[in-house]
């Protein structure tokens, strides 16, 4: 039985979309959106990792593996 997978595009021509369990893509955008607020100057990108990490569970971080990599490829 397959996982259900979302497809995450990137603004780079040329670059094939990667796609990656639903999962971890739901779990890693509600960290996103937790984390950057709807109005005001937003956050910088450098940040991003270490603010999704903090909002993520031990288990989750432990799941997702690299979060600075998930975090890239879910904001894209």
């Known amino acids: ?3 259900d997978k979302v497809t995450c595009h ?3 021509p ?3 979309p990667t796609r990656i369990d639903a999962w971890k893509y739901d779990c890693v955008r509600e ?3 937790a ?3 709807v109005g005001g100057a937003g956050v910088a990108f450098k940040d991003l990792p270490g603010l999704v ?3 993520l569970s031990a288990a989750h971080r432990a799941d997702l593996g690299s979060v600075s990599w998930y ?3 879910v904001k894209l």
């Open 53 to 55: 990490s903090a909002q």
């Open 14 to 16: 040329g670059k094939q």
């Open 71 to 73: 975090a890239v490829t």
């Open 31 to 33: 960290a996103i959106l």
């Open 1 to 3: 039985m397959s996982e």
């Open 35 to 37: 984390v950057v607020p």
């Open 10 to 12: 990137t603004p780079t």
